[in-house]
Nanobody, 126 residues
Framework: VQLQASGGGLVQPGGSLRLSCTAS????????IGWFRQAPGKEREGLAC????????IYADSVKGRATISSDNGKNTVYLQMNSLKAEDTAVYHC????????????????????WGQGTQVTVSS
């Protein structure tokens, strides 16, 4: 059972990235998937969540309008498209799966998530 986050890298301010979170060993169909990030010296921050049961989504204010979370159930993968990236978006980005995360708000439901990916570094710099 594993979640694999990928797609990070170095991008210039104003640029875009698409992060992927792929599950192996289990189906994401009955889970909520969240994207979280943590920058050095800062607290972990929930960015976006999607329920694969009904497609509901929720976004943090810090990324609302700049991020889109989506899923490809056939590929057992969830994506986070980030646009208009800023230096303050620099962080390690993790995905996590929780079967009841949406009931508890998801974005702050760190300790209730069932599975975590290993993280992918996003660096926004010129």
């Amino acid at each position: 059972v594993q979640l694999q986050a990928s797609g990070g890298g170095l991008v210039q301010p104003g640029g875009s990235l698409r992060l992927s979170c792929t599950a192996s060993g289990f189906s994401l169909d009955n889970y909520a998937i969240g994207w979280f990030r943590q920058a050095p010296g800062k607290e972990r921050e929930g960015l976006a969540c999607i329920s694969l049961r009904d497609g509901s989504t929720i976004y943090a204010d810090s990324v609302k309008g700049r991020a889109t979370i989506s899923s490809d159930n056939g590929k057992n993968t969830v994506y986070l498209q980030m646009n208009s990236l800023k230096a303050e978006d620099t962080a390690v980005y993790h995905c996590a799966a929780g079967d009841d995360a949406f009931k508890y708000g998801c974005l702050n439901y760190y300790y209730g998530m069932d599975y975590w990916g290993q993280g992918t570094q996003v660096t926004v710099s010129s």
